[in-house]
């Protein structure tokens, strides 16, 4: 009868994904990391909303991130993802969720304990919202990419689950300077409690670190509010920037150390960074004498901080696990004065302001005539003057609105009328736009507890003072309850553009522009953490509010997608076109070049569409990727007459320091597609050998 029962706890435990033996442990830990990189050619970026920023290649692979944090004395866990992603839009974690239902039943993983966040960055491709305005860019819907993006995450998050095991959770913070800049500090002096701070954007890094119990880390969680923004508009190849790239080489330090498992999942995380830019040097200029130079002193400078705080790591996190999510239906929710200090006021209809189509002038700008940051109700008719025609030139004009052209410009502009409740901010185009909505009305307010640490999710880019406000709310709630930090969780769970202080919105520039709900939506943020908050510290239960619509299955314009792939008779795919020299040495660039399929017949996840191949002992060994930050893959179009669909697959490498002596070659592989059958089919080519000399 003993030995029945203790099969029994055994078989309970396994299927809860616990190891019994873990019970006496302070936390059970599982990491996991997968690839999420979407089509590589021929679809437009989401960041910068330039519908010519077509993607061309791959600088870096896209990845989640995945972390399951699990107390050992029930079934109660939760999972924190960072994925490499310009936001996570709400169809991707509807599609998550509904994935992990599937595989784990209704319970397990739901809307409350899963947290899904995105490292922001500007160049990796997009169309992969359910609502309008992040497709514009791409020109539609692509859905190839949202399936890439939504299996990733989800298998990022089973890998985690899997690998569940006892461990503890260190706590750490310090002061990175030198890296952010506020690209907007004009609205930022307008606050009264800038006194309170000494800098104008957030330099705290938080950092957990996951240890297995052998004291071997398995993983970490960096937040630190920047801008993912070093590669500017004029980047083809998809890159996870700075951000991605933090992540690369600490992991890549990692799988060196000795405290280290080996196999270290890193995660550089965003948070309050809507005003923050790693252009340190001027308006684009992050200091390189390239924008990739610029990406990996912005990256080597997280890092290198992101060591020293895992070198020191001694506060560890007591267990202590707890979560609420709602969702609110935000357009017209009303915000007590205490939070408004304006007395009782309803958050606004949604609606985009003239200064948006400004973009940002220090990382961004559209450069369209007669736009420009600070467009308000205050100084139209003298210092700018809307018209018909300057509307309809901004249509043109900035790539992000080119899609209106389907939607019918005139009409928007006929029935737009500015919404006093958003004043000072001059309406360009409502939520809600000839039929198609741009935004979720339906926002995800999220907050996890980890022992003295709470994370605040974010739906949206929080300003570098909005989110200050935020944090000090929901601290001072939860004072005398064993929390000691509280850290925003940037662009969690769906994406709403941004959320400025009222003192910046009032000033209208590119950050108030985009800040879609009105004045008032940081006080509603602060009302709502702050009840939910409150709850968590009485063991309360916050009401779930209205379940977002699936609109999965109501997407109008699609991305087009390959048709077929050609070549001329005599060639073949893979065949070398452009050939390497026979010696390099350090600092040079090799570069040989293939005739190609489209990479969108696959996008050859957790593979590489390059290697760089290495001579050991006679065989060929893989030596670096398409994911390693000295590679590139370049993608391009051949526009010789006679060849109408034949394409070049390009392989760079840029030789490092640290490059061993050798015999070397390029290695393509890809995918072709017939037009007669539509049958995709695999091939490879391989440049000649050269030698590295160092």
């Known amino acids: 009868m003993k030995t029945k029962i203790i099969r029994w706890y055994t078989t309970f435990f396994i299927l809860l994904g616990f190891s019994p033996l873990a019970l006496s442990a302070e936390w059970l830990l599982g990491t996991g990391k997968y690839d999420i990189t979407g089509p590589a050619a021929d679809v437009g970026m989401v960041g910068y909303g330039e519908t010519s920023q077509t993607t061309k290649g791959i600088h870096s692979r896209l990845w989640s991130r995945a972390f399951v944090i699990a107390n050992p004395q029930d079934s109660q866990r939760l999972v924190f993802v960072s994925a490499d992603l310009q936001s996570i839009t709400q169809g991707v974690k509807q599609g998550v969720v509904a994935k992990l239902k599937s595989r784990y039943g209704n319970d397990r993983f739901t809307d409350e304990n899963v947290m899904l966040t995105a490292t922001h960055t500007h160049v990796g491709p997009g169309g992969y919202d359910h609502y309008v305005m992040l497709n514009m860019s791409a020109l539609g819907y692509a859905e190839d990419n949202y399936n890439a993006i939504v299996e990733g995450i989800y298998q990022s998050i089973v890998m985690a689950n899997s690998s569940l095991a006892e461990g503890d959770i260190y706590l750490e913070q310090g002061t990175l300077l030198n890296t952010s800049i506020n690209r907007n500090p004009e609205p930022y002096a307008q606050n009264p409690d800038t006194g309170n701070y000494q800098y104008n954007t957030n330099k705290t890094m938080t950092q957990l670190k996951l240890v297995n119990a052998n004291n071997k880390a398995l993983g970490?969680?960096?937040?630190?509010?920047?801008?993912?923004?070093?590669?500017?508009t004029g980047q083809r190849q998809l890159s996870s920037d700075h951000k991605g790239a933090a992540s690369y080489l600490f992991e890549q330090w990692a799988s060196n150390q000795t405290d280290s498992t080996g196999n270290l999942v890193a995660a550089f995380a965003n948070s309050n960074l809507g005003d923050a830019s790693p252009n340190i040097c001027g308006p684009g200029n992050g200091c390189g004498s390239s924008e990739y130079e610029s990406l990996e002193l912005a990256a080597e400078k997280q890092a290198n901080k992101a060591k020293s705080l895992y070198s020191t790591s001694n506060n560890k996190l007591l267990n202590n696990l707890d979560y609420r999510h709602q969702y609110i239906y935000f357009p017209g929710y009303t915000v007590a004065g205490e939070y408004t200090g304006e007395g009782q006021q309803n958050i606004c209809e949604g609606a985009v302001g003239w200064s948006f189509t400004a973009g940002s002038s220090w990382d961004g700008p559209s450069g369209i005539d007669g736009i420009f940051e600070g467009m308000s109700v205050e100084n139209e008719g003298t210092e700018w003057d809307r018209s018909e025609s300057l509307f309809e030139s901004v249509v043109r004009g900035f790539p992000l609105f080119g899609l209106m052209n389907a939607f019918s410009a005139a009409a928007v502009y006929k029935d737009t009328q500015d919404d006093p409740c958003q004043y000072p901010k001059p309406t360009f185009v409502e939520r809600k736009v000839v039929g198609q909505q741009l935004y979720t009305p339906y926002l995800p307010f999220q907050m996890f507890r980890i022992g003295s640490l709470v994370l605040v999710a974010a739906p949206s880019e929080m300003t570098t003072m909005a989110g200050r406000r935020l944090e000090e709310k929901v601290l001072a709630?939860?004072?005398g309850h064993g929390v000691t930090r509280v850290v925003i969780a940037g662009l969690a769970n769906a994406y709403t553009g941004y959320v400025t202080t009222h003192e910046e919105f009032d000033r209208q520039h590119y950050e108030g522009g985009h800040t879609i709900y009105g004045p008032n939506t940081l006080a509603a943020y602060q009302q709502i953490y702050t009840g939910m908050a409150n709850a968590m510290n009485n063991n309360l239960a916050v009401d779930a509010g209205p379940t977002p619509t699936d609109l999965s299955n109501d997407q109008i314009i699609?991305?087009?997608?390959?048709?077929?792939?050609?070549?001329?008779?005599w060639e073949s795919f893979g065949q070398v076109w452009n050939d390497v020299r026979s010696n390099y040495s350090v600092g040079d660039t090799v570069s040989a070049s293939f005739r190609s399929g489209h990479p969108r017949n696959d996008f050859r996840t957790g593979d590489t569409f390059i290697e760089i191949q290495r001579k050991v002992n006679g065989n060929w060994e893989?030596?670096?990727?398409?994911?390693?930050?000295?590679?590139r893959f370049i993608w391009t179009r051949d526009t010789a007459v006679d060849c109408l669909a034949c394409s070049f697959a390009e392989g760079q490498w840029v030789i490092g320091?640290?490059?061993?002596?050798?015999?070397?070659?390029?290695?393509?592989?890809?995918?072709?597609?017939?037009?007669?059958?539509?049958?995709v089919s695999s091939y490879s080519g391989k440049s000649s050998s050269f030698t590295v000399n160092n």
């Open 657 to 679: 320091e640290d490059t061993p002596a050798g015999t070397y070659r390029i290695k393509h592989k890809g995918n072709w597609k017939s037009g007669w059958t539509g049958k």
């Open 558 to 569: 699609h991305v087009i997608g390959v048709v077929y792939d050609d070549k001329r008779l």
């Open 622 to 631: 893989t030596y670096l990727t398409d994911n390693d930050l000295d590679t």
């Open 477 to 479: 709630s939860m004072q």
């Open 220 to 232: 970490i969680i960096n937040w630190f509010a920047l801008h993912n923004v070093s590669l500017g």
